[in-house]
């Protein structure tokens, strides 16, 4: 029997994540690829999972997720915003911000619908749109050329929502640059899916991760976007759990139904005594200074891997927000970012990820290679120690 993909998944192919890993086993290298922390996650989020479990919270949570978990979010936003939003109509509850980005998208998008969104981009972003439909219409980030931080052009986003698309897709802070978009960046944008009439679906999981004075501002804050805007996070990101897989949506009744009407098909519900566990860590975090604490945290393990990138002669890119850090190869006469990061797997024992997989055409993206420093500093002394035998052999 002949296997025939359809056409919406037969060019999706391997992700390089799958290979680098495999690459990182192989040579026991130490990973700085993938995007999630090799530390343990906060005792008391644990704990609270732990309690849910053996209270018998361990059947089906309503699609739109629990209420409680529903109430922490919509009080978080409060917090943060000003805003108060209504947590049974205006918070969805999701496996991941992954799936909650696939959901919007199918709920949002008909086919030849086009989907404007920054490369390099997070790896789902160009499978979400072509699993809707959609027509991705990228606009191109470029690397700092003169001591500032990545950038776009206002025209080629102009252009961009010329081609009246249905959907923007905004991440800030972003993945793979650790970009911040600036609040004349962000009035910018909302102007533009005002004039245009487009909704946007923006992508936030790394809010609480800014750095030097960067401040994160939600799209959908901004006049005239909470009624056109979804904003999408998650508690893996914030509290160190990625293996949990909640996600949350906010934004208005009628986009929330949107997403819902895919979301109820996709995963149905997420994880009971997982959405407790992170009400519970919502609610106490303000009162535990954790968010004050994972910024000191994450801000060590920057400095830690600048450090150890700066003495082995690569000079990582301004880094804003996430939890990555980024190479720009061509200062070393190196125009492969592929070959680069595969060749520092074999060399030096160092997973990196080359930034041109998060372009739509990786042929014409500047060879950038991406670091993560969601590790332990152990993790980062031991890449420190390999990275400098690579620049021994560089040397000679």
């Not at 566990?277 to 060590?300: K, M, N, V, W």
Request: glycine share 8%; aromatic share 10%.
């Amino acid at each position: 029997m002949t296997t025939r993909l359809a056409r919406r998944v037969a060019g999706f192919g391997t992700s390089i994540f799958t290979e680098i890993t495999a690459l990182a086993i192989e040579h026991q290298a130490v990973n700085l690829g993938q995007g999630f922390p090799d530390f343990a996650g906060p005792d008391f989020v644990k704990a609270a999972a732990i309690a849910a479990i053996g209270d018998e919270h361990n059947q089906y949570a309503a699609a739109p997720g629990l209420p409680r978990l529903r109430q922490a979010v919509a009080a978080q936003w409060c917090r943060d915003t000003g805003r108060e939003i209504d947590w049974v109509s205006e918070v969805t509850i999701t496996s991941g911000a992954t799936e909650a980005l696939c959901d919007a998208l199918l709920a949002l998008v008909d086919p030849g619908d086009g989907v404007v969104f920054f490369e390099p981009a997070y790896d789902a972003y160009l499978p979400d749109i072509t699993l809707a439909g959609g027509n991705a219409i990228p606009v191109r980030l470029h690397p700092p050329t003169d001591g500032g931080g990545w950038w776009f052009d206002a025209d080629e986003l102009r252009a961009a929502f010329a081609r009246r698309p249905r959907v923007l897709l905004l991440n800030t802070p972003h993945n793979p640059t650790g970009k911040v978009f600036s609040p004349d960046e962000l009035s910018l944008i909302a102007g533009l899916c005002q004039e245009y009439d487009v909704t946007a679906v923006t992508d936030e999981v790394y809010d609480r991760l800014v750095f030097d004075g960067a401040r994160h501002t939600s799209l959908a804050t901004l006049p005239g976007m909470w009624s056109r805007t979804l904003t999408v996070n998650s508690a893996g990101k914030t509290f160190s759990v990625t293996g949990w897989k909640i996600g949350y949506v906010v934004g208005p009744a009628s986009l929330n139904h949107a997403l819902r009407q895919a979301h109820q098909w996709v995963t149905f519900a997420t994880a009971t005594p997982l959405q407790l566990a992170i009400a519970t860590a919502i609610d106490e975090a303000p009162a535990r200074g954790y968010f004050e604490q994972l910024s000191a945290e994450y801000t060590a393990r920057r400095a830690a891997l600048i450090s150890a990138l700066q003495a082995a002669g690569l000079a990582p890119l301004p880094c804003e927000g996430s939890y990555f850090l980024s190479v720009d190869l061509r200062p070393l006469g190196i125009d492969d970012d592929r070959a680069f990061c595969r060749s520092l797997i074999h060399d030096c024992g160092v997973a990196a990820i080359p930034a041109s997989v998060f372009y739509v055409d990786g042929a014409t993206a500047p060879p950038v290679a991406r670091f993560c420093f969601a590790k332990s500093l152990a993790t980062i002394a031991q890449a420190r120690e390999r990275l400098g035998g690579w620049r021994v052999r560089l040397q000679g």
